[in-house]
């Protein structure tokens, strides 16, 4: 898992403008009105691993061997201090925006990234945002990834 996350945040490290990269251990939760991070943020997380039983191979550390699809959570988070209305200045709103470009930029480089050897490609899955009444923006973005005798 150390192996995953450090290659899959050297791989988003490629996407400029984001200031803030690391494992999720709650950076966004409970530290209001001060997160400990730089916006904008990206989070990564192993959120769900469910693994079958594929066998044994007596030559294989561990011998009893499984496979493993893993829930990944990327999160994406910025302080969003401007407006968006339509009125306001073109300028105004493309700072405002700009997460989402990100979060764009982000996907190109990752989906169908293979983080570790013997690991399949991530695969997004899901994309929700997240409601919050500190003026954070936040969304997850979910990729599944298969790993192969584990």
Request: proline share 5%; net charge neutral.
């Amino acid at each position: 898992m150390k192996e995953f996350l450090e290659n899959t945040q050297a791989k988003i490290n490629e996407v400029p403008g984001i200031a803030y990269i690391d494992a999720d251990w709650g950076q966004l939760d409970d530290y209001s009105p001060n997160p400990p991070v730089k916006w904008p943020c990206c989070l990564i997380d192993i959120s769900n691993i469910d693994f079958s039983d594929l066998g044994t191979d007596r030559r294989a550390s561990p011998q009893n061997r499984q496979e493993g699809i893993a829930n990944i959570t990327i999160t994406f988070a910025n302080l969003k201090i401007t407006n968006t209305s339509f009125k306001a200045p073109q300028g105004q709103k493309d700072i405002a925006w700009a997460l989402l470009d990100l979060i764009e930029l982000t996907h190109a480089k990752i989906h169908g990234f293979a983080p570790v050897m013997g690991s399949g490609r991530l695969i997004r899955k899901g994309f929700k945002r997240i409601k919050r009444d500190d003026g954070i923006q936040q969304y997850q973005i979910v990729y599944t990834l298969g790993m192969h005798n584990v």
